[in-house]
């Protein structure tokens, strides 16, 4: 278990990049520092709105498989263009005084709407300091499906998230899925300072058939009083 003090108002990316994470755009440092406790103590929850200009699978192979993903609300098997969306990022503390935020995304397909939810831990490796730990994603209501987090900034000052090493959640460790079921998603953000939007753009790739996800589009955010955060489950 770590020190509630080491990563009191830290937000799970600034434990994970360190100083790092002063070389991001000012406005995405903002967007990632979202915390538990970093506001003089009063919650708060990050609400992003705006319009993919593409979103979904294109393999059409996989969308059965995609579907009952989308029961979980970990993926989701429709594809569509100019597709509305609402992102809603909770900070809270577990059980076990680990740091997390939770993303919850709204897409609305015509009379569709998908929900995709995931969270994001900061597990610490104990004496090391923040460098000496990882960032741990679970997808889905259920956490069923972890994968391994790493973010770095770009020379360009955009956030870059890679997530790799699917396991299927077995207590505090995974079971990892045969590399052939494997996929890897990559994600960059930035600030637009043309339209004073957010931009994100995001692709899963699985070895057998490529691309298998992606979104790609903007968003304006804000922050707002929130409620205390449950703990999500967690191993």
């Known amino acids: 278990m770590m020190d509630p003090n080491q990563s009191a108002g830290q937000s799970v990316y600034q434990l994970a990049m360190g100083a790092e994470f002063g070389r991001l755009q000012p406005e995405l440092q903002d967007y990632f520092s979202l915390a538990a406790g970093n506001n003089d103590g009063g919650a708060q929850v990050g609400i992003g709105t705006g319009v993919f200009d593409v979103a979904g699978c294109p393999r059409r192979i996989v969308r059965p498989l995609l579907r009952l993903a989308s029961l979980d609300r970990s993926l989701f098997p429709e594809y569509g263009r100019d597709v509305p969306f609402r992102i809603e990022n909770r900070p809270g503390i577990d059980s076990q005084a680990r740091p997390f935020l939770t993303a919850v995304r709204t897409l609305r397909f015509g009379g569709v709407i998908r929900i995709m939810e995931d969270t994001t831990w900061w597990e610490d490796a104990g004496d090391?300091?923040?460098?000496?730990?990882?960032?741990?994603?679970?997808?889905?209501?259920?956490g069923l499906i972890r994968t391994g987090l790493s973010c770095g900034a770009g020379d360009d000052g955009r956030m870059r998230l890679v997530s790799r090493g699917t396991a299927?959640?077995?207590?505090?460790?995974?079971?990892?899925?045969?590399?052939?079921?494997?996929?890897?998603?990559?994600?960059?953000?930035?600030w637009d300072a043309g339209t004073g939007l957010f931009r994100i753009r995001t692709k899963v790739l699985q070895r057998q058939f490529g691309t298998v996800l992606e979104y790609d589009g903007a968003f304006e955010y804000r922050l707002e009083p929130a409620a205390p955060t449950p703990p999500p489950r967690s191993g």
């Open 168 to 190: 299927l959640a077995a207590g505090r460790l995974g079971v990892p899925l045969p590399r052939l079921l494997d996929a890897a998603a990559f994600t960059e953000q930035w």
């Open 128 to 142: 090391d300091g923040a460098r000496g730990g990882r960032l741990v994603d679970s997808l889905g209501r259920s």
